[in-house]
């Protein structure tokens, strides 16, 4: 089938630059662009990202080396009963 697409000019020059150093024609570069975008799973479907670390997991290793390593004391109001006295 053949189809009119509009191209920015920069991206139509790139795109025909690409397909004459991997020795191919304009159109079957196109073709296997098209290929790949839908063949991809859609925008929506992709994993959530992922949570980052705190910086007690950032560091429990070189405070706590050798041992395990104590649960975040700031969830635990025993740790802060003398706090500020």
């Known amino acids: 089938m053949r189809t009119t697409v509009d191209l920015p ?3 139509f020059r790139r795109a025909k630059a690409e ?8 159109k079957d570069l196109i073709e296997e662009g098209l290929q790949l975008v839908l063949s991809a799973p859609p925008a929506g479907d992709n994993p959530p990202p992922m949570k980052k670390p705190s910086m007690h997991d950032l560091a429990k ?12 004391l700031s969830t635990n109001p025993k740790y802060f009963d003398d706090f500020g006295r």
Do not use: H, N, V, Y
């Open 9 to 11: 000019d920069e991206l």
């Open 19 to 26: 397909a004459a150093l991997r020795g191919r024609k304009f």
């Open 61 to 72: 290793d070189l405070i706590f080396e050798g041992i395990e390593s104590p649960p975040d």
